[in-house]
């Protein structure tokens, strides 16, 4: 199975500030014929499920936030909150959609400061 | 609007089983791949099952392989999940999601989910 490992594993930011959180696949899950990279990035708030964010590794899924970006290409991503809201606290969780062994990352706990 | 509505949890003794429904709305069912994913408390996001939309094709986490069966009945818009054996490392709370058309796509739609506790 891919393996997918984020950091770090918890995050505090000051609202307005930058937050940053990085996602590492143990193999490349870029395909090839498409050139597309089959990964996305998921926001879960206390009681709720995750909600979509990024897919495509760097395409935002429709009423998300232009503040949320996503980027990177075959191992390495990047999941940018360019300026932190109060409501933006959660669990943020990357995911490989490459392999039907589908994995998430561990999570990442993003805070206020 | 788009909805999966999940049910059917609780609390059953170990090696007992017990089985998840997911009623869905607003899209076209019988046209979408269907996958469960699982929550255990405090933890982080487990893939459990996926079934293709016409229910022919199935794969599962060797977590639950051959313990957990997914089906569906597009004529309900109802997905499933047969847990058999259940261990005590199942307990967890168990979304349905689809990927859309492909299984090669991002899971867009989540349930509010249904909790699974396994306990004696």
New interface residues.
């Given amino acids: 199975d891919i393996v997918m490992t984020q950091s770090p594993d918890s995050l505090a930011v000051s609202l307005g500030e930058r937050a940053t959180i990085n996602c590492k696949s143990s193999q490349s899950v870029l395909y090839s014929s498409n050139n597309k990279n ?1 990964l ?1 990035w ?1 926001q ?1 708030k206390p009681g ?5 964010l990024i ?2 590794a760097s395409t935002r ?1 429709s009423g998300v936030p232009d503040r949320f970006s996503g980027s990177g290409s075959g191992t390495d991503f990047t999941l940018t909150i360019s300026s932190l809201q109060a409501e933006d606290v959660a669990v943020y ?1 990357c ?1 490989q ?2 392999s ?8 990442t706990k993003l805070e206020i400061k | 609007q788009v909805q999966l509505v999940e049910s059917g949890g609780g609390v059953v003794q170990p090696g007992r089983s017990l089985r998840l429904s997911c009623a869905a709305s607003g899209f076209i069912f019988s046209t979408y791949a269907m ?1 469960w ?1 699982r929550q255990a408390p405090g933890k ?4 459990v099952a ?1 079934i293709s939309y016409d229910g022919d094709n199935k ?1 599962y ?1 060797d977590s639950v392989k051959g313990r957990f069966t997914i089906s569906r009945d597009n004529s309900k818009n109802t997905l499933y999940l047969q847990l058999n054996s259940l261990k005590t490392e199942d307990t967890a709370v168990y ?1 349905c ?1 689809t ?1 859309g058309g492909s ?6 739609i ?4 249904t909790m699974v506790t396994v306990s004696s």
């Fill in positions: 089959y996305a998921f879960q709720q499920p995750p909600k979509l897919y495509w899924e969780y995911q959609y490459y039907t062994s589908y994995t998430f990352g561990q999570g | 996958h994913v982080g996001l487990e893939w996926l794969y986490a979304y999601a990927s299984y090669y796509s991002a899971f867009d989540w349930g509010q989910g």
